[in-house]
């Protein structure tokens, strides 16, 4: 089956400083990369998606990048915000209902 | 405002118990997923249903059970054959078709007295 890595774990920036988060998947029938951002206590919420014939998309100050050939797609986020701070999964689908592979998260700090 | 409401909160479960977690969604959604979160660790799929009356085994679906009687409800057992339930559970829905981004509760948090 589908198998996602994402590092780093833990990551801590400055406030206002750049936040990079990389996943990597096996299955190269993936199709479909959903973001999301888990503050405590509460469940994930949809950050950004990218699907697999675009490969780039931004909102504002979050953008995903895609390499099909490699395999891997990352998370950006500029100008990071106190506010910023929270867990981030990456996932992989390669469509159907059963098959989201998430990430293990990372954590990410934004010290102000 | 629509959205995903997980009942309750907190929940603790005696040794032998069966307990039945609540999910209501009014996004008037097809699809509902039942996750399990550990720390340290992603989301893995307990059960997933497409439709009314109908659902499938996720990846982690031995100590479960669920019910999809009602297109707004989703409630899932976690029963005594569960023998590690202690856990963060998060209901999810999406609409149908493929690769639909999925809405998430605010999870339950089931703990072992």
């Known amino acids: 089956g589908e198998n996602v890595e994402q590092h780093p774990s833990t990551l801590s920036v400055q406030e206002g400083d750049s936040a990079v988060i990389k996943c990597t998947y096996s299955?190269?029938?993936?199709?479909?990369f959903p973001w999301y951002k888990q503050e405590l206590g509460k469940g994930p919420q949809l950050i950004i998606d990218?699907?697999?014939?675009?490969g780039e998309k931004k909102d504002q100050r979050i953008a995903v990048t895609l390499n099909k050939t490699a395999k891997h797609f990352s998370l950006h986020i500029t100008e990071t915000q106190p506010e910023d701070s929270a867990v981030y999964f990456c996932a992989a689908s390669i469509g159907g209902y059963q098959k989201v592979t998430f990430g293990i998260g990372t954590k990410l700090q934004v010290i102000p | 405002d629509g959205g995903i409401t997980q009942s309750p909160k907190y929940l603790f479960r005696k040794e032998g118990q069966n307990v039945t977690l609540s999910c209501e969604q009014n996004?008037?959604?097809?699809?509902m997923y039942w996750y399990r979160q550990d720390p340290g660790q992603g989301l893995r799929l307990i059960y997933y249903?497409?439709?009314?009356?109908?659902?499938q085994k996720g990846d982690i679906a031995e100590g479960y059970s669920v019910s999809r009687e009602k297109k707004e409800s989703f409630p899932l057992t976690v029963t005594s054959a569960q023998k590690n339930p202690t856990a963060f559970y998060l209901c999810a829905s999406s609409i149908q078709g493929q690769n639909q981004p999925q809405h998430f509760g605010d999870g339950t948090r089931l703990s072992i007295l």
């Open positions: 299955d190269s029938a993936s199709n479909y």
């Open positions: 996004l008037n959604h097809d699809a």
């Open positions: 990218i699907r697999s014939n675009v």
């Open positions: 249903s497409q439709i009314v009356n109908d659902f």
